[in-house]
């Protein structure tokens, strides 16, 4: 992700955390995605003191017969 992405998910997270500081927010991530980026969602959600949160995560050979 671009630097001014990860900017304006900040920004969302900030106002969600004075709008609406129990609004669910769910983390969607496959196998693909960097642990270090989960772990950089998960600490701007603490740092906005944001808890309700989900995590997601798709794996294409999960649901197969």
Do not use: W
């Not at 609406?20 to 772990?39: A, E, L, S, W, Y």
């Not at 600490?43 to 944001?50: E, K, S, T, V």
């Amino acid at each position: 992700s671009s630097a001014a992405s990860d900017v304006y998910k900040r920004q969302q997270l900030r106002q969600t955390c004075i709008t609406d500081p129990g609004k669910r927010i769910r983390i969607d991530m496959d196998r693909h995605t960097p642990f270090g980026r989960f772990v950089e969602v998960m600490d701007a959600c603490q740092f906005y003191n944001l808890t309700n949160i989900g995590i997601r995560t798709y794996d294409e050979n999960y649901n197969r017969e």
